[in-house]
């Protein structure tokens, strides 16, 4: 079996070891805090505990796969990584100096990623002496439980290298698509409306936090409400994504952050981790009752599907990802009910640009201008399936 290095002992770092060891490779974590360490160790052993009182696995295979990660702060022991990924930071020259030191030691055949969710491979790829052996391997938290991972090559990377990545990681019984090293790649670029467009509509007073989140899970059939998922995620965390996004993106009206966002964010309202964000979790506090009024529901559903299949449909047209992928990432990686583009082709290619058109036409604002791709497919008359 192949051997896996990963630097950073956190929750990401952890998950993805956790994964790899259950596939049977031999792992090395890596971290400058011992501490740090430590917890990842004793994460791990209470994961394997629970899943060995579950029944999801005996203790002789709970033993094993404790067994086949090491943790080290000395990163010497990567000399014989196949693969090494770092989940560290979101700081370009923080990852840069680590990539710099890791390709001083690795061998000259060992793939090196970064598992960023938001900062450009190319200029991380950029620190080594042999970019072409760089990849992007983004997973989703947590790394043992969400399926989806997005490939992304840097324009320096070799196709060896991205096929090698892909083919590794769906050896892990991971769900791989491939995205283009643009900003957010699919799934934290496609997802943007579902947060932005909710903020927008409270912002305009059209409906509270409670009866958005309720429109779009009992309407919608997603999992979690917008403001419900932006505290589990964390506001502070959320914030910082979108941020990134819209300066990246040269500061398009599409990807603007919101000022509710921010303030909850500044005022370290950040969600279940503080104890209080867009809903209070104190102990004994009552979630406020939505307005459960269905014609409303439907005009919020509509506004945030619309933004939503405009931007996974923008994507393809940019060829960010294919068809399949796309739809891949939003189901998988942020387990929404159905792909964008199928739900495009149901709800209709016409309805799609004449929501777009009506929300331009109200608001003229370039956020939003509709997908050429979707007025091109109107004009023609087709669908995406």
């Given amino acids: 079996m192949p051997k896996l290095s990963v630097i950073g002992a956190g929750t990401m770092g952890t998950g993805i070891a956790q994964v790899a060891a259950t596939a049977g490779w031999d792992v090395v974590i890596n971290d400058t805090n011992n501490d740090i360490l430590e917890k990842s160790s004793a994460s791990l052993v209470k994961v394997m505990n629970r899943l060995v009182e579950k029944e999801k696995i005996d203790q002789a295979t709970a033993d094993k796969i404790l067994g086949r990660i090491d943790f080290t702060e000395d990163q010497q022991y990567f000399e014989n990584s196949d693969l090494v990924i770092e989940a560290i930071v979101e700081n370009l020259e923080i990852k840069q100096k680590v990539f710099k030191a890791v390709e ?190 269905e014609k409303l ?33 939003m189901t998988k990686g942020v387990n929404y009910p159905k792909g964008l583009l199928k739900w495009a082709d149901e709800k209709g290619i016409d309805w799609c640009v004449e929501k777009m058109d009506a929300l331009y036409d109200e608001y003229r604002e370039d956020r939003y201008r509709c997908s050429p791709l979707l007025r091109r497919m109107k004009k023609e008359g087709k669908t995406f399936y």
């Fill in 104 to 293: 001083e030691i690795v061998r000259e055949d060992t793939i090196i990623a970064s598992n960023t969710s938001s900062l450009s491979l190319a200029s991380i790829g950029a620190s080594l002496k042999d970019p072409s052996r760089f990849v992007g391997i983004h997973f989703f938290n947590p790394a043992p439980l969400m399926p989806l991972v997005e490939i992304i090559p840097a324009v320096q990377t070799a196709e060896e290298t991205t096929q090698q990545a892909k083919d590794w990681v769906d050896s892990w019984k991971k769900l791989t698509v491939l995205a283009k090293d643009t900003p957010g790649f699919i799934v934290n670029r496609v997802a943007r409306p579902f947060y932005g467009e909710s903020l927008r509509m409270y912002e305009e007073g059209i409906a509270d936090f409670a009866t958005i989140d309720w429109a779009m899970k009992e309407l919608g059939g997603f999992r979690m409400g917008p403001f419900e998922l932006m505290d589990f995620i964390g506001n502070d965390i959320n914030y910082t994504v979108t941020e990134t996004v819209f300066a990246s993106f040269f500061y398009d009206p599409r990807y603007k952050p919101s000022f509710t966002q921010k303030r909850m964010s500044e005022a370290g309202f950040l969600g279940r981790k503080s104890g209080r964000g867009y809903y209070d979790y104190a102990e004994g506090a009552v979630k406020p009752e939505p307005k459960k009024d």
């Fill in 297 to 329: 529901g439907q005009q919020i559903l509509d506004r945030t599907l619309a933004m939503l299949i405009n931007e996974a449909a923008d994507a393809l047209f940019l060829n960010i990802a294919s068809r399949e992928d796309i739809d891949t990432a």
